[in-house]
């Protein structure tokens, strides 16, 4: 069965076995969400993703990097997506994401696209994390029924980008730091570090280990000898720095657990990934492996972190709002417009019922 009917059919028959019933991961998040009021909503993100994988098999990496980088600000609320303008201080242009961030034009393409079948139903929150776990999907990686509900900030904050977002520098210690403050485990990190399993990164975020790591002059021990070479070659030493090299040599678009037998290879790109396998004693080393050794375990855990990740933080119910245009909060209504409002807004609520077909 191709991966679209297996969704479409897993949502329609769970729904029948599980409806009214309350889902115990997060209580006001549920894979239905939308069951009623926009019923189209998978089919329309798939099949975009489907036909933009095609042309950019990159853009499947770039949206599950774009909803972390949500996620770790201020929770999962498109707060990343928000425009600079004379209120909002963009986290677009905080330091891990400038000239960093893809997929903002795609995810302004789903939304036209659902806005036009459910008029002001779907979050631009909730259509970041389902492209996220659809880009899974389309890239080997595993799916799962992806927990919808989610409301759109009314703010950014680029301080907080800063702050939260780990860097490819980061020590053992400060990573575990980053995700517990986020209520994210070390099984966690190790989990959605597979993620750098696609994707690129740019040669000045990694260049010091290739020709001086930690200041001394050599390169970082901990990278193989004869991967230094391919990478010394891809970053030239006094070159601009942002050429673009694969995360994964071995299968560069692919969801797999390459990235984890990279690690055990000494072949991870960035030091915040060699960490995760070589620092002395740590307790991440069996972890990973145990993902070298054993896809099925990595995507089970993989699922169950980018469920988890995906629960941060999140605006329900009556909070924030659903955003018209992803890029910018809405305008105020005029205090004329605001009776209507009133009246219709119950009305938009009903997508918080689950019942079944
Ligand atoms: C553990 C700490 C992490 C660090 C230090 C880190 C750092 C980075 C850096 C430096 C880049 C390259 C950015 C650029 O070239 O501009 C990158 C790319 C990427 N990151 Fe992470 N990251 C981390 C965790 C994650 C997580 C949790 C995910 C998702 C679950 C993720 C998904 C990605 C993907 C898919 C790319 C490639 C994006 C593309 O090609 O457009 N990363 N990351
Ligand atoms: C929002 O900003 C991005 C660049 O960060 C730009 O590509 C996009 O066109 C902007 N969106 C709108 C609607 O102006
Ligand atoms: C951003 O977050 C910081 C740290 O939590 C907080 O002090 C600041 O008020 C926030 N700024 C905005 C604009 O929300
Ligand atoms: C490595 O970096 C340090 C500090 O920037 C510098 O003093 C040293 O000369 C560099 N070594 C080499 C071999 O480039």
Redo the contacts with the bound molecule.
Sequence with gaps: MNPLRLIATALCCVAIVFGGLTFPSNAQLNPFFYSQTCPQLHYIVYQILFKVAKTDPRMPASLIRLHFHDCFVQGCDASVLLNKTDTIVTEQEAFPNINSLRGLDIINQIKTAVESACPNKVSCADILTLSAGISSVLTGGPGWLVPLGRRDSLTANQTLANQNLPGPSFSLTELKSAFADQGLTTLDLVSLSGAHTFGRSRCFLFSDRL??FS???KPDPTLDPAYLLVLQNQCPQNGPGDNRVNFDPTTPDILDKNYYSNLQDKKGLLQSDQELFSTPGADTTAIVDSFANNQKAFFKNFRKSMIKMGNIGVLTGKQGEIRKQCNFVNTKKKSSELDIAAVTSTESFEGGVVSSI
């Design positions: 020709y001086n200041n001394t002059g």
